[in-house]
């Protein structure tokens, strides 16, 4: 059924209307973010814990299985292909997702990441976060920033040097 509404002086389909509430939801969705992230031994820890949450977002909700290509990784996150592909390995070795290679063919294979970890602490982030221009590495430590907060706020209650040992950063 797509009626024709009047509103104001324009004219609108239900259609339309019910695909312009569901792009607003879509951008006001959140994604979970695991705490353990923080837990990541590496140089690059945040770019590591933002390509996981560029990960996260472009994954299904339903099972945290993320399709994204590296090149679209690349376009997302700002971040080199190379430093990607370390990035993946890293958060494949520290567990916080898991790389399922599927074959299309003989010739033609593609990664698939899974995302969904049994979280028990987390954050919630919400997708417009991304829209917000950051650098990786700012975006990164905002999220590993995130991680040290306490639960429903955005509060340390630390100082620098408190923060950079709960981090694991010098």
């Keep these: 059924n797509n009626t024709t509404e009047y509103h104001g002086s324009g004219v609108c389909s239900t259609n339309e209307r019910f695909y312009s509430r569901l792009t607003t939801l879509q951008t006001m969705s959140y994604i979970t973010i695991p705490k353990q992230i923080k837990e990541i031994e590496s140089n690059s820890k945040p770019i590591d814990a933002f390509v996981w949450a560029t990960l996260r977002s472009c994954s299904n909700y339903k099972d945290g299985i993320s399709h994204a290509s590296i090149e679209k990784l690349v376009k997302l996150t700002g971040v080199k292909y190379r430093t990607i592909q370390r990035s993946i390995h890293r958060l494949e070795e520290a567990r916080l997702l898991k790389i399922e290679s599927r074959f299309v063919d003989e010739n033609t294979r593609y990664n698939a990441y899974d995302t969904n970890l049994r979280m028990r ?40 040097s408190q923060i950079a040992d709960g981090l694991r950063i010098s």
């Design 121 to 160: 602490n987390y954050f919630m982030l919400d997708r417009k976060f991304f829209q917000q221009g950051y650098t990786p590495k700012i975006a990164g430590f905002i999220l590993l920033l995130k991680c040290i907060c306490i639960n429903g706020k955005n509060t340390i209650g630390w100082n620098k």
